[in-house]
Nanobody
Framework: QVQLVESGGGLVQPGGSLRLSCAASGSIFSMYAMGWYRQAPGKQRELVATIRSGGRTNYTDSVKGRFTISRDNAKSTVALQMNTLKPEDTAVYYC?????????WGQGTQVTVSS
């Protein structure tokens, strides 16, 4: 069992930056592939970025060059640095942990990009 708690969301102007953090507890964090997903109103949840246990990263095309995912296995945390934010990045952002057939989700944190 893994518990995930996100933090760092908020309101930011277009072109601004935010850093999301996800703290994990309850299992061996380093074994898990971690990811950030987002869900905008009226839309399906979509992948934003993932980072494997070995550190390999993957990003959806719309955030490449603007977002960076990272993990700290010693602290059991995963972060999403978001730069040059756009209004279309507005969504609830969710942290996800996957290992084998097991998948866990955080409660989500709201990111709003608006002037």
């Amino acid at each position: 069992q893994v518990q995930l708690v996100e933090s760092g969301g908020g309101l930011v102007q277009p072109g601004g930056s935010l850093r999301l953090s996800c703290a994990a507890s309850g299992s061996i964090f380093s074994m898990y592939a971690m990811g950030w997903y987002r869900q905008a109103p009226g839309k399906q949840r979509e992948l934003v970025a993932t980072i494997r246990s070995g550190g390999r990263t993957n990003y959806t095309d719309s955030v490449k060059g603007r977002f960076t995912i990272s993990r700290d296995n010693a602290k059991s945390t995963v972060a999403l640095q978001m730069n040059t934010l756009k209004p279309e990045d507005t969504a609830v952002y969710y942290c996800n942990a996957v290992w084998s057939v097991l998948s866990y989700w955080g409660q989500g944190t709201q990111v709003t990009v608006s002037s």
